[in-house]
C-alpha cells in the first residue's frame, strides 16, 4: 500500500521561508516522478514542481518558478519543497503526488498521478 505522508507547513510571514516534506512508502521511491500541487478554497488544483524519477530534472509551475525549489533523497524515499519569497496568494493545502510512468508534457495535470498524500496547509499571512 503506497502512502505519501507530508510535513513542514504552517503559518509564515510574507517573504519567509518553509521547506516542505513528503515521506513515500509502499513504492520503490527512485522509480517514481514526484510532484507538488497545492489547492486554494474555491480553486482547482494547481501544479507547483516535479521532479523526475531518472536524472531528477525539474519542472515547475508558473506560479512558484524562480521561488521555489524541489528536490529529492532516494536514500530517505522523501521528497522536499523549499519555498521562499512567500506571499498571501501562496496561501493554500500543499499535497505530494506520485506516479511512476508519466510522461513530460503530463507533469502539470493532477488527473495522471496515481498516488497522493493527505496534504498539508501553508498560510502566508502577518
Known amino acids: 500500500q503506497v502512502q505519501l505522508v507530508e510535513s513542514g507547513g504552517g503559518l509564515v510571514q510574507p517573504g519567509g521561508s518553509l521547506r516542505l516534506s513528503c515521506v513515500a512508502s509502499?513504492?520503490?521511491?527512485?522509480?517514481?516522478?514526484m510532484a507538488w500541487f497545492r489547492q486554494a478554497p474555491g480553486k482547482e488544483r494547481e501544479f507547483v514542481a516535479a521532479i523526475r524519477a531518472n536524472g531528477g530534472s525539474t519542472h515547475y509551475g508558473t506560479s512558484v518558478k524562480g521561488r521555489s525549489s524541489i528536490s529529492r533523497d532516494n536514500s530517505k524515499n522523501t521528497v522536499y519543497l523549499q519555498m521562499n519569497g512567500l506571499r498571501p496568494e501562496d496561501t493554500a493545502a500543499y499535497f505530494c503526488?506520485?506516479?511512476?510512468?508519466?510522461?513530460?508534457?503530463?507533469?502539470?495535470?493532477?488527473?495522471?498521478?496515481?498516488?497522493w498524500g493527505q496534504g498539508t496547509q501553508v498560510t502566508v499571512s502577518s
Open positions: 509502499g513504492l520503490t521511491f527512485r522509480m517514481y516522478t
Open positions: 503526488a506520485a506516479d511512476r510512468g508519466i510522461i513530460l508534457s503530463s507533469l502539470p495535470n493532477p488527473n495522471q498521478y496515481d498516488h
